[in-house]
């Protein structure tokens, strides 16, 4: 069985351990949980006939791109940018963090997740924003950690890429 790991970036409370324990273990909390350095969790998925140990590295979330560990990145095979739909600067910031990222290793999958889909009447994205990243070449998912709305086809989109197929 091949294993890939992957980097779940971006700030602050955007959702990115929601959306790791929704994916690996079907459950969301509404209490918040910062996260301190780096948590890693495992779950085998299967793509076509392919069995993958995705090794998932939920990176604490940062104010400054500067501030974002590039040890951290080392031997990512492909990594999930989240932005929270309701706060458009998180959107901005994960431009910062593709360009960090891209910089340390290089040109790897990836795909950008506008977290909270469940809260889109506090939306502060406007659409012409996402088509205009997606002109960019950025696949976009809009996913809900606590709803479970494209959780699961982000992580299997990013395993399909990783795979070439």
Same mark, same amino acid.
């Given at each position: 069985? /091949? ?14 351990? #929601? @959306?790791?324990? %929704? ?16 948590? +890693? ?22 104010? #400054?791109?500067?501030? @974002?560990? %590039? ?9 999930? &940018?989240?932005?929270? =739909?309701? %706060?458009?600067? *998180? @959107?901005? %910031?994960?431009? !910062? +963090?593709?360009? @960090? ?5 290089? #040109? !790897?999958?990836?795909?950008?997740? +506008?977290?909270?889909?469940? &809260? ?12 205009? +990243? ?6 976009? /998912?809009? *996913?809900? !950690? ?7 086809? !982000?992580?299997?989109?990013? #395993?399909?890429?990783? &795979? =070439?197929?």
């Amino acid at each position: 069985m /091949i294993q890939k790991k992957i980097c779940m970036l971006g700030t602050f409370a955007v959702g990115k351990t #929601s @959306l790791v324990r %929704r994916f690996v273990e079907s459950i969301y909390s509404d209490a918040y949980q910062t996260t301190v350095g780096v948590k +890693i969790d495992k779950k085998v998925v299967k793509v076509g006939e392919q069995e993958m140990m995705l090794l998932l590295w939920d990176i604490q979330g940062e104010d #400054s791109v500067q501030d @974002l560990r %590039r040890s951290y990145l080392r031997g990512t095979a492909g990594y999930l &940018l989240v932005a929270d =739909g309701t %706060r458009r600067d *998180t @959107l901005y %910031r994960t431009r !910062a +963090i593709q360009t @960090l990222v891209q910089e340390t290793v290089g #040109s !790897a999958p990836f795909l950008l997740l +506008i977290n909270k889909s469940d &809260l889109t009447e506090e939306w502060s994205l406007e659409k012409d924003e996402i088509e205009e +990243i997606k002109s960019q070449g950025w696949q976009v /998912i809009r *996913t809900s !950690a606590k709803t479970g709305l494209g959780v699961e086809e !982000a992580f299997l989109t990013l #395993s399909q890429k990783m &795979l =070439g197929t």
